[in-house]
């Protein structure tokens, strides 16, 4: 079997959540669920068991009773950044890991079949892997609060996470990097630049993935977890 770990970063204070967050986002509460044990729910699901979850500094106590509740295997104040945060779980990943995937607590509802497609797609010369999903909206170019350009879609994913690594590229790509909110734009630039050698690849993403930001999405969350509840429409 292949020895996989998740970095799960839930350092982020979620200032965008306004009123809503009064404490670190990933311990937002909906439907009486904080957003970091659903995320934690969804990895238990997709067979993850080793887990490093990246908590915000000042408040170890309140993420470990989670974290003891949850089975996490470690846990790790975050940094300043996203990236800094990545950085502090990838170094508490054990050694003989080969898969390891770094995922948002912000996604609080990223189907386990997302997850498991993630981690198995590393194999053979592919070395990094995120889910992915078509563009639905017209996107405009805006310099300045001026539409310059209609940008042809075609050709355009919107990348989520879970992104799974070969450990060694993950740290070659986070090598002085600054923040970046996309640990896979990273490696892209450390093949561009010769410092890493294999390919990308993408998996099908799903909706579900969205990254709660905004107060309205915990209302999303919301009526999903309830939908969830009163099961398939008959
Ligand atoms: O801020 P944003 O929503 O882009 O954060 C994405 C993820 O990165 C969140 O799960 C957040 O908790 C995490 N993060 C972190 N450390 C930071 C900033 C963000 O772990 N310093």
Redesign the pocket.
């Known amino acids: 079997m292949t020895r996989e770990s998740v970095v799960?970063?839930?350092?982020?204070?979620?200032?965008?959540l306004g009123a809503a967050a009064s404490g670190?986002?990933?311990l937002v509460t909906v439907a009486g669920t904080t957003?970091l044990e659903l995320?934690l729910r969804g990895l238990r699901d997709a067979g993850v068991r080793d887990i490093v979850v990246?908590?915000?500094p000042g408040h170890a106590r309140a993420f470990a009773d989670v974290a003891r509740r949850h089975a996490v295997t470690r846990l790790v104040p975050?940094?300043?950044?996203?990236?800094?945060?990545?950085r502090a779980?990838l170094d508490e990943v054990e050694l003989a890991t080969e898969v390891v995937a770094v995922?948002?607590?912000?996604?609080a509802l990223t189907p386990a079949t997302v997850i498991r497609a993630v981690l198995d797609a590393v194999r053979g010369d592919v070395v990094a892997v995120a889910p992915a999903l078509a563009v639905p909206d017209t996107l405009k170019r805006v310099v300045a609060g001026e539409v310059v350009a209609t940008v042809d879609r075609s050709d355009l994913q919107a990348v989520h996470?879970p992104q799974a690594f070969v450990p060694d590229v993950l740290r070659e790509a986070l090598a002085g990097a600054d923040?970046a909110?996309d640990d896979l734009g990273l490696v892209e630039r450390a093949i561009a630049e010769g410092r890493v050698q294999g390919r990308i690849a993408l998996v099908a993403g799903s909706p579900r993935d969205l990254?709660?930001?905004y107060p309205e999405d915990l209302d999303l969350v919301a009526s999903l977890l309830a939908a969830d509840r009163l099961g398939p429409a008959p």
Do not use: Y
Request: overall charge positive.
């Open positions: 799960l970063v839930a350092a982020g204070a979620g200032e965008r670190p986002k990933a957003l995320a990246v908590h915000t975050g940094g300043e950044t996203r990236t800094a945060s990545v779980g995922h948002d607590a912000a996604r996470t923040d909110t990254k709660i930001t």
